[in-house]
């Protein structure tokens, strides 16, 4: 079955450094990649969908220049949280549409605790 | 803009009970409706996906259930087991996934 990796399960940095975390689909082209957060006993918010070879598209309310998308590859989509601080403290996790099944359903990597001190 | 309310918030029934999770979205225009299961600090499972055109799944004990035209759906667990305890998420399909808040359920033996 499809296999989305995501590294690193958890990082700790201080304030005003910046993360990258990256997502990788092992054994099919995702031309289109989510990026999600989730807050301690809240739901999953979509933050962006990323896109292979062109730019993200946000949702309302999530900064662009904060949060960086990079999709140059059909198998590697990264996330940096840049200048980041103890409120981007969150589980991310990313999730991508293989199109060999029509994009359903979406796989999901095993998500990303960011803990900012 | 979707909405998706899942009831209850959380729920606790002793080993064997059958129990039926609830899921509504606002906006009937969906491709598909997921089910996942998430851990705690863990990421998500899928455990069914009903297509639009579907009126319901089934997966061992589990069997979803979609009214697209009222907005709903609903994911039965027969049978319950304490390896069952977790959040359980829905999920509507408009292009993008969006999610509902979930229901933590605690199966004690």
């Known amino acids: 079955g499809a296999v989305v990796s995501q590294h690193p399960s958890w990082v700790i940095c201080k304030s005003g450094t910046s993360v990258k975390i990256e997502c990788r689909s092992l054994?099919?082209?995702?031309?289109?990649m989510f990026w999600y957060r989730q807050f301690p006993k809240q739901s999953l918010m979509l933050m962006a969908t990323?896109?292979?070879?062109?730019?993200?598209?946000?949702e309302q309310g999530v900064e662009k220049d904060k949060f960086l998308i990079n999709h140059a590859s059909l198998t590697l989509s990264t996330l940096t949280v840049t200048s980041a601080h103890p409120e981007d403290s969150s589980f991310y996790i990313c999730?991508?549409?293989?199109?060999?099944?029509?994009?359903?359903?979406?796989?999901f990597g095993n998500g990303t605790r960011l803990t900012v001190t | 803009k979707q909405e998706v309310t899942q009831i209850p918030a959380a729920l606790s029934v002793p080993e064997g009970e059958n129990l039926v999770l609830n899921c509504s979205f606002t906006d009937s225009a969906i491709y598909n409706l997921q089910w996942f299961r998430q851990d705690p600090g863990k990421g998500l499972t899928s455990l069914l996906l009903?297509?639009?055109?579907?009126r319901e799944q089934t997966s061992g004990r589990l069997n979803a259930s979609l009214d697209k035209s009222s907005g709903r759906s609903t994911l039965y667990i027969a049978a319950s087991q304490p390896g069952d305890s977790a959040t359980y998420l829905c999920a509507s399909n408009t292009g993008k996934l969006i999610f509902g808040q979930g229901t933590t359920l605690q199966v004690k033996p």
């Open positions: 990323s896109n292979e070879g062109s730019k993200a598209t946000y």
């Open positions: 054994d099919f082209q995702a031309t289109t």
């Open positions: 999730s991508a549409r293989d199109p060999r099944t029509g994009g359903s359903p979406l796989h």
């Open positions: 009903i297509q639009s055109s579907q």
